[in-house]
């Protein structure tokens, strides 16, 4: 089944430790993205990668960390989290960069509570 | 300035009857596309329907049809039928250009709720 694959699915950990969410898709995806949910603010981009070893950050990277080692990963990493980033986390892949008629197709989600 | 707006916070509509959620865009880029996802109480953001800014006829996927009005610059929803198993958070989101960050930028969403 094709699917876009996060972990974990919720979370809750303290302020400064380290923590990685990794996302994984099987469709061959040449586009990755991270956004987070927040309510009353939607959804915002933190980072994207355009290919493997090719990332660049959206409209909020501060406070995270990405990398694209491999075409079918893009963990997202929060080196020393803070409340402020107690949110729904989605990672979303594409098909194809340039090709604005590819649908974005969305993890089920990561829901981190940073006390 | 945002570029997508859905000015409907929350829309109740009787089980079996068709619904409109509004959304408006902003964008100066002739090449674009406008994707609408829904959302249910158990968070997965699902993909529903594409309207591309070339496109000359309004899409349409099942139960589902976007009225795209370009030089009102409009890309509504329509729900044909409602069921109870529609009543979720519905989000339009624009991706401009072609290239470039491929970012979809979202509207806040709208709130469905299908009464039976």
């Known amino acids: 089944e094709a699917q876009v694959t996060q972990n974990p699915r919720y979370l809750i950990t303290v302020t400064g430790k380290k923590l990685t969410v990794t996302c994984s898709q099987n469709m061959n995806h040449e586009y990755m993205s991270w956004y987070r949910q927040d309510p009353g603010l939607g959804l915002r981009q933190i980072y994207y990668s355009m290919n493997v070893e090719v990332t660049d950050k959206g409209d909020v990277p501060e406070g995270y960390k990405v990398s694209r080692k491999e075409k079918r990963n893009f963990p997202l990493i929060l080196e020393s989290p803070s409340p402020n980033q107690t949110s729904l986390y989605f990672c979303a892949s594409s098909l194809s960069p340039g090709r604005h008629n590819q649908p974005q197709h969305f993890g089920d989600g990561t829901r981190l509570s940073i006390l | 300035a945002q570029k997508i707006t859905q000015t409907q916070p929350g829309m109740f509509v009787q089980e079996k009857e068709a619904v409109t959620l509004d959304c408006t865009y902003d964008?100066?880029?002739?090449?674009?596309?406008l994707f609408w996802y829904k959302q249910p109480s158990s968070g997965e953001m699902i993909f529903l329907i594409y309207q591309g800014s070339y496109d000359q006829q309004n899409a349409t996927e099942g139960r589902y049809s976007l009225n795209f009005q370009k030089a009102r610059k409009s890309a509504n929803l329509v729900i044909s039928a409602s069921q109870l198993g529609d009543s979720a958070m519905y989000f339009c989101?624009?991706?401009?250009?072609?290239?470039?960050?491929?970012?979809?930028?979202f509207g806040k969403g709208t709130k469905l709720t299908v009464n039976p």
């Open positions: 989101a624009m991706r401009e250009g072609q290239g470039g960050s491929e970012k979809l930028v």
């Open positions: 964008t100066s880029d002739p090449s674009y596309g």
